[in-house]
């Protein structure tokens, strides 16, 4: 039977469904903020002041941060890091 709230085994939201949601929110929102302030220094983003520009470097540190939580959380898993 399908579920919509459970057991990631068995329904379509979890908990850590939730997690990776709000954790995306949070960290989108942090880029941005920090891209915003820090945007206006680049040289090259000052010859092409377009919103196009400010938003791919949004994407590129969203995707970069999510990509390096995802190798860290791996390598954890497995044991790869860190030892007992």
Do not use: C, P
Not at 35 to 61: A, P, W, Y
């Amino acid at each position: 039977m399908f579920e919509l709230f459970g057991l990631k085994t068995i329904a379509f939201f979890d908990v850590w469904a939730f997690e990776h949601i709000l954790s995306g929110l949070s960290v989108g929102n942090l880029v941005k903020s920090g891209n915003q302030k820090h945007v206006k220094n680049i040289s090259l983003i000052k010859k092409f002041e377009s919103h196009t520009s400010v938003i791919r470097f949004d994407i590129i540190g969203v995707l970069f941060l999510a990509y390096l939580w995802e190798t860290l959380e791996h390598y954890l898993e497995t044991g790869l890091m860190g030892g007992a």
